[in-house]
């Protein structure tokens, strides 16, 4: 069973820096593609980054927005800067696809909260 754990999350005024951490327990991440979603109350979990050998990113934080990983520590990292109101969400990691879909997904850390007040 793969098992990631998020970290990292808090309030932060707009225009601002978190670092979330998505660390594996049970499993290489360097034999994984892992994928950041974030979901806001009301709707749909919805796709930020992902990282293989490559990075992407939903066009809503390119720019400001920069995964990463440390193969040596077994993590991934969500380097977000510039944050606005409209960025605050539960973000999650997931393991097991690169798709953009989150119900291709099979495994699923337990979400971090981000708020960035209006």
């Known amino acids: 069973q793969l098992q990631l754990v998020e970290s990292g999350g808090g309030l932060v005024q707009p225009g601002g820096s978190l670092r979330l951490s998505c660390a594996a327990s049970?499993?290489?991440?360097?034999?994984?593609?892992i994928t950041w979603f974030r979901q806001a109350p009301g709707k749909e979990r919805e796709f930020v980054a992902a990282i293989n050998g490559r990075a992407y990113y939903a066009d809503s934080v390119k720019g400001r927005f920069t995964i990463s990983r440390d193969n040596a520590k077994n993590t991934v990292y969500l380097q977000m800067n510039s944050l606005k109101p409209e960025d605050t969400a539960v973000y999650y990691c997931?393991?097991?696809?690169?798709?953009?879909?989150?119900?291709?997904?099979?495994?699923w850390g337990q979400g971090t909260q981000v708020t960035v007040p209006s």
């Open positions: 997931a393991a097991g696809s690169m798709g953009r879909s989150p119900q291709e997904y099979d495994f």
């Open positions: 049970t499993f290489t991440l360097d034999y994984y593609g």
